[in-house]
């Protein structure tokens, strides 16, 4: 079965700092993705930024970048330069073994960004 | 602009009380899916759709229904709501599942309390 590790319950971060979250995954499947989403104190979930395992390059979007290590499955998301505004849950999910139809998500990290 | 409506933002009930939370996306998604989000259980899948008419159980089904009539309507019906459906829940829409990237866009969910 599908697992989704995110270890940090919780995280400190200062601003302008970057954080790196951690996320480990166990699939058996060749050919997967990785997701971030990202979960404001609102309440609203915003996709982040996608990794697909046969991608060459660590996604980068904007100050989000994944540090990806197919070998040790695991997808770290850095945030470089924190805002107060990214303080947040953060979860990463990967689709089911065997089918895209169903996502597993990990239990998520609430990050802090201090002034 | 493109998006996935919830319709209501919160409701306070009573056990047994018919309700109906409405989901409605603008993209031509052909995938739709309801979660619910508890502290400490993260986001668990309760139905999901690929297209008209095509309805899967996801994790947690119990005690809802879904229906799939139109592509861009995904309503969840609670037939007799109970106290252990207090949740927090979120419709979310991608083109085609996880396939290839595809992330899924959720709504601003429905804080739903069942007194």
């Known amino acids: 079965a599908q697992k989704i590790t995110q270890t940090q319950p919780g995280m400190f971060v200062q601003e302008k700092e970057a954080v790196t979250l951690d996320c480990t995954y166990d699939?058996?499947?060749?050919?997967?993705?990785l997701f971030w989403y990202k979960q404001p104190s609102s309440g609203e979930m915003i996709f982040l930024i996608y990794?697909?395992?046969?991608?060459?390059q660590n996604a980068t979007e904007g100050r989000y970048s994944l540090n990806f290590q197919k070998a040790r499955k695991s997808a770290n998301l850095v945030i470089s330069a924190s805002q107060l505004g990214d303080s947040a849950m953060y979860f990463c999910?990967?689709?089911?073994?065997?089918?895209?139809?169903?996502?597993?998500f990990g239990s998520g990290t609430q990050l802090t960004v201090l002034p | 602009e493109a998006q996935v409506t919830q319709n209501p933002r919160y409701l306070i009930t009573v056990t047994g009380k018919k309700l109906t939370v409405t989901c409605s996306q603008n993209?031509?998604?052909?995938?739709m899916s309801w979660y619910r989000q508890d502290p400490g259980l993260g986001l668990r899948q309760i139905y999901y759709?690929?297209?008209?008419?095509?309805?899967d159980k996801g994790d947690v089904p119990e005690g809802y229904k879904v229906s799939r009539k139109e592509k861009r309507n995904f309503p969840l019906i609670l037939e007799s709501p109970s106290p252990n459906q207090t949740s927090l829940y979120f419709c979310?829409?991608?083109?085609?599942?996880?396939?290839?990237?595809?992330?899924?866009?959720f709504g601003d969910g429905t804080r739903l309390s069942i007194l």
């Open positions: 990794q697909g395992s046969y991608d060459e």
């Open positions: 979310a829409s991608s083109l085609f599942g996880a396939h290839q990237g595809q992330p899924q866009h």
């Open positions: 759709s690929m297209n008209v008419e095509v309805t």
């Open positions: 699939t058996s499947d060749q050919s997967y993705g």
């Open positions: 993209m031509n998604h052909e995938y």
């Open positions: 999910a990967i689709p089911r073994l065997g089918s895209a139809r169903q996502l597993t």
